[in-house]
């Protein structure tokens, strides 16, 4: 059964980092692509970043570029996402997701940056 489950998140200041994980179940995460998504209230759903299978390769949507980075351990079955530089515009619920099992969701981590 595919279990993904997220956590890591919290309330923290402008410019303060946080470490998101995602805590996956049912699948063996090194095969396959590997998303972090984030919605923030009355937005619809965004992909935030991508770390491929295999080798790995990473892709970041423009506004977290040099600031986010996600990575994964294969022998935890988790996929991180540390997140550094943080902007009151990055609050929103967080979300782990793979593609290849598309009908699956986590829960969800908020992160609320916030003085």
């Known amino acids: 059964q595919v279990q993904l489950v997220e956590s890591g998140g919290g309330l923290v200041e402008p410019g303060g980092s946080l470490r998101l994980s995602c805590l996956v179940s049912g699948f063996t995460i090194s095969r396959y692509t590997m998303n972090w998504y984030r919605q923030a209230p009355g937005k619809e759903r965004e992909l935030v970043a991508t770390?491929?299978?295999?080798?790995?390769?990473?892709i970041y949507v423009d506004s977290v570029k040099g600031r986010f980075t996600i990575s994964r351990d294969n022998a935890k079955n988790t996929v991180y996402l540390q997140m550094n530089s943080l902007k009151p515009e990055d609050t929103a619920v967080y979300y782990c997701?793979?593609?290849?099992?598309?009908?699956?969701w986590g829960q969800g981590t908020q992160v609320t940056v916030s003085s």
């Open positions: 997701y793979a593609p290849a099992f598309s009908q699956y």
């Open positions: 770390i491929g299978s295999g080798f790995g390769s990473r």
